[in-house]
Nanobody, 119 residues
Framework: QVQLVETGGGLVQAGESLRLSCATS????????MGWFRQAPGKEREFVTE????????YYVDAVKGRFTISKDNTKNTVYLQMNSLKPEDTAVYYC????????????WGQGTQVTVSS
């Protein structure tokens, strides 16, 4: 099992920045990749970005490219999502997720953290 705890959400104005953190614990040696997803009110949860557990590869959806950066601190087993130039349409609950080697699917999820961007 892998446990994930997100922190760092909040209320900001458009154009401002936030950094989300996802602390991992448990069988972290079994993780293949880490990702961030988000779910806006009334919408399906959507993929935002992901990073390989070794930190050597990243991927972003077009909507956040150039504004969001995913990174990983191996010493702390923590994944970060730096969000700059935030827009009202970034408002959502943000979830951290882990994909184990066995499935390479996002099987483990955090509880989510709310990000609200006012115009």
């Amino acid at each position: 099992q892998v446990q994930l705890v997100e922190t760092g959400g909040g209320l900001v104005q458009a154009g401002e920045s936030l950094r989300l953190s996802c602390a991992t614990s448990g069988r972290t040696f079994s993780i293949y990749a880490m990702g961030w997803f988000r779910q806006a009110p009334g919408k399906e949860r959507e993929f935002v970005t992901e990073i390989g557990w070794s930190g050597d590869s990243t991927y972003y959806v077009d909507a956040v490219k150039g504004r969001f950066t995913i990174s990983k601190d191996n010493t702390k087993n923590t994944v970060y999502l730096q969000m700059n130039s935030l827009k009202p349409e970034d408002t959502a609950v943000y979830y951290c997720a882990a994909a184990p080697l066995a499935s390479r699917k996002y099987d483990y999820w955090g509880q989510g953290t709310q990000v609200t961007v006012s115009s």
